[in-house]
């Protein structure tokens, strides 16, 4: 069967002071009238056999408000945060060994959901076909520094588009992103991942055997999850597992993504007024030019002669900085 994994248990920092504990970014909306946890439940649930949640305890019950139809048992629950490789492994038990696992994000925007599925439907064949770990690589629309690149290597397919992957590179500053963007040869790193679940146990008990090693253990004896979670490092599924196994291929895609890592990305994905300004809620504006605005409170925001800048007013806080410099915030929340 084909099934997906989609990883709830993030809490989008940098979406700050609109993404905090108490309601993380995945159950927000943006450009969309629902939240982007329940596009993601929508989209795999149409293009899969099975969905199964990863999250936290704490966000069960914002689950259960925007999603109350989903099925109680589908969900999997972390002890506590240890980065996507332990997320991912131990969402991994609740699947069969000749199932095919998709494993996607809940907080990615995606639009063209015919090219989306077409896409899949290649990186499903693949695992089906060959013992590897596929990656679904976003085709680059502009030399963004955001974002991780997977550059490719030799194609793998005379009939589809797979190739082997070279190698993994973290985000780059602007001058290297430049010359990822006009080589055609580096794809956007998304985080979505297809792959036979016997070939994922053999590939993580190769690079990544202790982790392997706990999930046997727990196996054994389900009670015993939070001591055995405890005692695993956080460690990323790029850095433990993909940068290391040579069996990782890449699907090049070209639908709409967007993973709203930052407000600069929601700049991206608003509409935009005449004056160039994305804005959402109450504000009255004089000379305001190229600024994303929003507002989550009931009162009116001022602003004159402004341009270039992120302004966001909520509950939770205020946030004021320049566009294109929003990954800083994660310096602000320290």
């Known amino acids: 069967m084909v099934k997906t994994l989609i990883m709830a248990g993030g809490m989008g920092e940098r979406l700050w002071p609109v993404s905090v504990k108490k309601r993380p970014k995945q159950f927000h909306g943006f450009g969309s009238s629902l939240t982007m946890i329940e596009d993601t439940v929508e989209r795999m649930g149409k293009v899969t056999d099975e969905v199964f949640i990863i999250t936290t305890g704490d966000q069960f019950p914002l689950i259960r408000y925007y999603i109350p139809h989903f099925p109680v048992e589908n969900v999997i629950f972390e002890p506590m945060g240890r980065n996507t490789a332990p997320a991912i492994a131990l969402g991994s038990t609740r699947f069969e060994a000749d199932d095919i696992m998709i494993v996607v994000p809940s907080d990615h925007i995606i639009r063209d959901e015919e090219t989306f599925v077409r896409t899949l439907k290649t990186a499903i064949s693949c695992a089906e076909k060959s013992d ?132 600069d990305a929601v700049y991206d994905l608003m509409h935009k007024d005449n004056n160039g300004n994305a804005i959402s809620g109450d504000f009255s504006l004089y000379d305001v030019r190229n600024c994303l605005l929003i507002n989550h409170t009931k009162n009116s925001v001022g602003i004159a002669d402004l341009e270039g800048y992120i302004v966001v007013v909520s509950h939770e806080g205020t946030l004021v900085c320049r566009r294109g410099e929003s990954q800083n915030i994660k310096e602000i929340i320290k």
């Open 132 to 263: 590897v770990l596929v990656t679904i690589g976003i085709t680059p629309t502009s030399p963004n520094t955001g974002y991780g690149y997977i550059e490719r290597g030799n194609s793998l397919s005379d009939t589809e588009e797979v190739f082997a992957v070279k190698k993994f590179h973290e985000k780059p500053d602007y001058e290297t992103a430049q010359h990822y963007f006009q080589s055609g040869k580096y794809l956007w790193n998304s985080g979505m991942f297809v792959w036979r679940k016997r070939v994922f146990d053999r590939e993580l008990a190769e690079h990544l055997p202790d982790l392997h090693g706990a999930m046997e253990k727990l196996a054994r004896d389900p009670s015993k999850i939070e001591e055995i979670y405890e005692k695993l490092p956080k460690i990323s599924i790029d850095y433990g597992l993909m940068e290391k196994s040579s069996r990782v291929t890449v699907v090049p895609a070209s639908f709409y993504w967007n993973d709203i890592g930052s407000w």
